[in-house]
């Protein structure tokens, strides 16, 4: 079974460009999870989605980006129009349910710089 | 709403040491509570994790007991290795739909 797969592993955008992180859960999980950590930082919470919806984005920061997690294919964690503070490691992580009581699986994680 | 603090690294140990990284939280009601690992340059992996009170996690020589009455969950090993070098995240349960709280972590290094 393979595990939470993240594409690219790096991402080296300029100032301005649209970053594109992909996420594809392990089988069977249909909870994703994405986290932001700054350098020397822990992890962020950023939005949780379940397939086709949105179900907590209280992590994101209200401009440039956006997630969605659509029927078929990988969850997509978009930013628009770079900035140098977006670089950072992007993990995202699944589950199979919501439950407090389930493990979330981690991505090895995206790592933007932008230029 | 939920928060962890564990404490500050790097910590910097020779090998067969015993390892204590503390770690508190703050929470309404009882989260699950989970102890990460992170190797340089991947992703993270979960080390353990406790569901209820008194609980104990333990994988590979560590372990870490959900102690509610002091609202704390210190990860323990008995004799670090060198291959234990690593940041490791104290992580309870957080928000409504159950994402993780993470701290800074704290960074481990052990000498041979």
């Known amino acids: 079974n393979a595990g939470v797969m993240q594409n690219p592993r790096h991402l080296v955008r300029r100032r301005g460009q649209e970053a594109r992180l992909r996420c594809s859960p392990m089988k069977g999980h249909s909870h994703v999870y994405w986290y932001r950590q700054l350098p020397e930082e822990g992890l962020k919470f950023m939005v949780y989605?379940?397939?086709?919806?949105?179900?907590?984005e209280s992590g994101m920061p209200k401009e440039r980006f956006s997630a969605e997690f659509p029927k078929e294919g990988p969850s997509i964690l978009r930013i628009q129009q770079v900035v140098r503070g977006d670089s950072a490691a992007y993990f995202c992580?699944?589950?199979?349910?919501?439950?407090?009581?389930?493990?979330?699986?981690f991505g090895p994680g995206t790592r933007l710089l932008v230029l | 709403g939920n928060s962890v603090t564990q404490m500050e690294g790097p910590v910097t140990l020779s090998e067969e040491a015993f390892l204590t990284i503390n770690c508190t939280y703050t929470?309404?009601?009882?989260?699950?509570l989970f102890w990460y690992v992170q190797y340089p340059g991947e992703g993270l992996q979960l080390l353990l994790k406790?569901?209820?009170?008194?609980d104990k996690g333990s994988n590979k020589g560590f372990e870490a007991t959900y102690r509610k009455e002091t609202t704390s969950f210190h990860l323990e090993k008995g004799s670090v290795q060198v291959s234990d070098s690593a940041v490791y995240f104290c992580?309870?349960?957080?928000?409504?739909?159950?994402?993780?709280?993470f701290g800074k972590g704290t960074k481990l290094s052990v000498k041979p």
């Open positions: 992580a309870p349960r957080g928000g409504s739909q159950g994402n993780l709280i």
């Open positions: 989605l379940q397939k086709e919806n949105i179900i907590d």
């Open positions: 929470a309404t009601g009882y989260p699950s």
């Open positions: 406790a569901t209820k009170a008194d």
């Open positions: 992580a699944s589950s199979p349910r919501t439950s407090g009581l389930e493990t979330q699986y």
